[in-house]
């Protein structure tokens, strides 16, 4: 899987969470069906918001974007649907080309301390994987900790 389909699966994902988020919503507030529906649509959000933000942060660093274009990246989760033009966008202005850099390709950043982390993460992509999933998995198991945002009715 190159950088480029990971970060346009997830992308889209997120925009199909958005719309189970919403059709919970309609289906709670304005058709009265109880609170199921925005608890399963706001979970199955909620875990891949997590996985798109962290997938924006590390295709990000694979592709050398600046740290402005990663925070961007990440923010276009916070707006419904907004992460499918800013994938067209970044396809457009090649942002999505090239493979993940398991080697050195002599670039000036190829020995600052995250470039050599991530090389290394990404010759080992079953460690990756695990990382990413407790990664994620941490945060999601947190916040549902914490609880909604606004409290518990």
Request: a positive charge; proline letters at 5%.
């Amino acid at each position: 899987m190159t950088p480029r389909t990971f970060y346009r699966s997830i992308a889209i994902a997120e925009a199909v969470t958005w719309t189970l988020l919403i059709t919970g919503m309609i289906m709670k507030y304005a058709l009265k069906m109880g609170d199921w529906p925005v608890t399963l649509g706001g979970f199955a959000h909620g875990l891949v918001f997590i996985s798109y933000v962290t997938t924006a942060v590390l295709v990000g660093l694979n592709q050398r974007w600046p740290t402005k274009l990663i925070v961007g990246a990440a923010a276009t989760a916070f707006v419904p649907y907004l992460t499918i033009p800013f994938d067209r966008w970044l396809e457009r202005k090649e942002r999505l080309d090239g493979g993940w850099r398991t080697t050195s390709t002599g670039h000036a950043r190829d020995g600052h301390w995250v470039d050599v982390v991530l090389r290394w993460m990404l010759n080992r992509p079953v460690l990756l994987s695990v990382v990413f999933v407790v990664f994620v998995g941490g945060i999601m198991a947190t916040m549902l900790f914490v609880g909604p945002p606004g409290g518990r009715a």
